[in-house]
């Protein structure tokens, strides 16, 4: 009764174009949306290993994983960073709209099978990548830890956010090439309370692009010991020919 009238004062909409959900709905897609495959999921099939970018069938890493010499062991993204998806996000971080993020979240737990991806890893933390003080003040949130919420509740892993901090008030990244964003990332992160040292922990991203913000997070959680740092994300930028 109390879910049908919050349904009625607040009704669940489609994240892409914004119809009105049944109530029994498990994801905020719209049955015309999901047949067009607005948001497309990434084969299973043949990710590379590290990035978990899809590529050829005789390959394990890809092209990039291979020349680069990257600090974290593994990231899973769930989705291609197309342009639904990209409006959606941009929706979700730039035009003050979290309960598009708490529906996101939904669709990631959904998707999520944490034995399968990591072969049974138990996982000790999961932590929102952080974005600096100032920046979330602004936006009123910080989307990663809307995302991280529900995934950390769903597989009982500890929501970490108070000892992990980005402390330098980086520019935004997309304008930026490779070299930008690593330049731009230096000296971006900190450890307060090094509650990290050897254990097991899940980054959390809306964004996979180049690797640079989840490869210096684990950089600096490396450097203080960590054991093993992966990272789930919602999306992936697509290079062709991997």
């Known amino acids: 009764m109390i879910s049908e009238l919050l349904n009625f004062i607040f009704p669940k909409k489609c994240i892409i174009c914004g119809e009105i959900l049944n109530l029994k709905k498990e994801i905020a897609i719209c049955e015309s949306c999901d047949k067009e495959k607005l948001v497309e999921k990434i084969d299973n099939v043949n990710r590379c290993k590290i990035c978990s970018r899809m590529i050829s069938f005789n390959s394990k890493i890809c092209k990039d994983c291979l020349s ?14 197309n342009e639904t998806m990209k409006n959606i996000i941009s929706r979700f971080k730039f035009e003050d709209n979290s309960f598009i993020g708490i529906l996101l979240s939904e669709l990631m737990c959904k998707e999520i099978n944490l034995n399968k991806i990591f072969k049974n890893r138990i996982f000790d933390f999961i932590i929102p990548v952080p974005i600096h003080w100032n920046r979330e003040r602004k936006r009123g949130f910080n989307q990663s830890k809307i995302l ?31 070299i930008e964003r690593e330049e731009n990332l230096r000296g971006a992160f900190c450890v307060k309370k090094n509650i990290f040292k050897n254990k097991n922990i899940i980054l959390i991203d809306d964004i996979f692009t180049t690797g640079s913000t989840i490869n210096n997070c684990a950089k600096t959680l490396k450097k203080i010991g960590s054991n093993y740092v992966a990272s789930i994300t919602l999306s992936i930028t697509i290079i062709d020919n991997l």
């Open 68 to 81: 680069n010499d990257f600090s974290f062991d593994k990231n899973f993204s769930l989705f291609k960073y």
């Open 148 to 178: 991280a919420k529900k995934i950390s509740q769903k597989n009982k892993i500890f929501l970490e956010t108070k000892n992990f901090l980005r402390v330098k008030n980086t520019k935004a990244q997309f304008n930026l090439n490779k």
